[in-house]
């Protein structure tokens, strides 16, 4: 029976998984990365995306200033792919947990990106952010009145499903 069960969770394991939208938060101390990649090819805009860090595993806020909540090293947001995508830029302060950004549109394979410091506040190694303490953070995506949110896994990424294209 453990065969079996061990079969049947590594094919589950090994399909490949569906998004219109991929989050990834890669950690880079002192600065992290976020990417937004769309697979769809119809996702216009406007768009609104949204990151919030307050459910996350290890109570992880944005570091954006040498005095405040963050420790030791800051960053302050920087957008570093898809500037032509962006309508608007958050207003993030040293030591909030949510920050929203504006979208034109999001083109298929084109990513939008940003940098900034992430720590987290429950007393681990507070200026680096493994997979696992991002997990529970938010991300959602707003399209025609309607949110789509995905939740950080142990793997660092949330995968956003949105309704199919209409053509």
């Known amino acids: 029976m453990k065969t079996i069960t061990g079969a049947v969770i590594g094919a589950l394991l090994a399909t490949p998984v569906v998004a219109d939208v991929i989050v990834r938060f890669d950690e880079g101390a002192p600065t992290d990365r976020f990417t937004f990649m769309s697979t769809d090819h119809c996702l216009n805009g406007p768009i609104g995306l949204t990151v919030d860090l307050s459910g996350s595993l290890a109570g992880l806020i944005f570091d954006v200033t040498p005095a405040g909540a963050g420790v030791d090293v800051f960053q302050p947001f920087v957008l570093v792919a898809g500037q032509d995508l962006v309508s608007s830029l958050p207003e993030v302060r040293d030591g909030d947990t949510v920050l929203n950004i504006g979208l034109k549109n999001m083109i298929a394979n084109q990513p939008v990106a940003f940098t900034i410091d992430v720590d987290d506040t429950t007393g681990g190694r507070e200026i680096t952010v493994s997979d696992a303490e991002i997990s529970g ?27 199919a294209c209409t053509s």
């Open 137 to 163: 953070a938010t991300v959602t995506l707003t399209r025609d009145g309607m949110d789509f949110a995905a939740v950080f896994s142990d793997q660092a990424t949330a995968l956003i499903e949105t309704p």
